[in-house]
């Protein structure tokens, strides 16, 4: 590590200072963050008025040896810092962006920073077809990309359980690497840590806040070649990533959804806007000139073929209203349905509820 690069990184580890002052004290240095570091009294009070948290810090001896503490912490965690002096920065992907990230903290697998990659995201309340869907796309796409999403509920779990068996998956989380946002997913972090990557602009300890999350999703736009949205409501966060792909000229692609449902109202809004209506892997392949792996057709008995095209025709139906459109008995129903699920054709919701995926 240069001494430039552990000067920028020392920079990003400031968590009293918010993401903009780094970059205006960075540009203030004329983007040296050595003369930064070893000039730091100089500079500070162009955005510090008080010297809480240590920020002034006019001891420049006690700056470089917290310059190499916080190294050396990194290394001892197994982790490290990717900055636009390293050679696996995403300098061509950030290339036309106004609020490039000054660092990329990381733990896992580096090397996945130098493959292609693809985002695949969704909101927390996504419908299980469009999970069950979302991951059956994500695990096909992992064959010829890098799936890059986030740690959320729904749609980025979704992503990451086609993904992870494969390795090839990059999480971007709103807060630092020692936390997690839901807390509830520290043990799918800490797995994904170790099978795949981990990725923050923000440093080791920094909690979430409310502006993080916009900002962690123009990384996850950012690094991909494209997006695709499995649910989006209408004015839910997740539209942020795609709007960040459509204004950088990344190719952005949706899941359909039943007029009306609100999951996905977002959805089909890109859509309108020029998204690619996206119904299975190969809608995404085919634009890259790949083509989905062949997979082995199921074969159906005549009342599953009937079920399924019920399923198919109508949408989300109610077991009853499923067992009448198809013609046989509710019992019947139960077990067709039952039988479609283990084939990955069908998926069940709430109360009784069924989906052809």
Request: aromatic content about 6%; charged content about 25%.
């Amino acid at each position: 590590m240069t001494a430039e690069e552990k000067a920028l990184i020392w920079l990003c580890s400031l968590s009293g200072l918010e993401y903009r002052d780094r970059v205006a004290l960075l540009l203030a240095a004329k983007k040296d963050p050595l003369r930064l570091l070893e000039e730091w009294e100089k500079f500070s009070p162009l955005l510090i008025k008080t010297g809480k948290s240590g920020l002034y810090m006019k001891d420049r001896s006690a700056r470089l040896r917290q310059a190499d503490a916080f190294a050396e912490e990194l290394e001892r965690k197994g982790r490290f810092a990717i900055t636009p002096m390293s050679g696996d920065y995403p300098r061509k992907e950030f290339a036309d962006f106004s609020d490039p990230p000054l660092a990329l903290f990381g733990e896992g697998n580096r090397s996945l920073m130098r493959t292609r990659k693809f985002c695949v995201v969704g909101s927390r309340i996504t419908p299980p077809w469009a999970e069950k869907k979302g991951r059956e796309i994500a695990s096909a796409l992992s064959e010829r990309f890098t799936i890059v999403t986030g740690l959320a509920e729904g749609g980025d779990c979704a992503a990451i359980a086609g993904a992870l068996p494969s390795g090839k998956l990059v999480c971007v989380l709103p807060t630092g690497l020692d936390n997690c946002y839901p807390a509830a997913h520290a043990a799918l972090k800490a797995k994904i840590g170790r099978s795949g990557l981990l990725l923050s602009e923000y440093p080791p300890g920094e909690g979430a806040k409310r502006h993080s999350f916009r900002a962690r999703n123009r990384i996850l736009a950012g690094l991909s070649e494209g997006v695709l949205v499995v649910s989006a409501a209408e004015r839910s966060g997740t539209l942020i990533t795609a709007n960040a792909a459509f204004d950088h000229d990344r190719e952005v692609f949706a899941l359909p959804h039943n007029v009306g449902a609100s999951h996905g109202e977002g959805c089909n809004e890109l859509i309108k806007r020029g998204a690619r209506l996206t119904t299975e892997a190969e809608d995404v392949l085919s634009v890259y000139g790949f083509h989905a792996p062949r997979r082995d057709t199921a074969e159906l008995s005549p009342q599953e073929a009937a079920v399924l095209n019920v399923l198919r025709e109508s949408g989300e139906l109610h077991v009853t209203a499923i067992a009448e459109r198809a013609g046989i008995k509710i019992y019947e129903a139960s077990a067709v349905l039952s039988s479609l699920e283990i084939k990955n054709l069908a998926v069940k919701s709430g109360g009784n509820q069924y989906s052809a995926v």
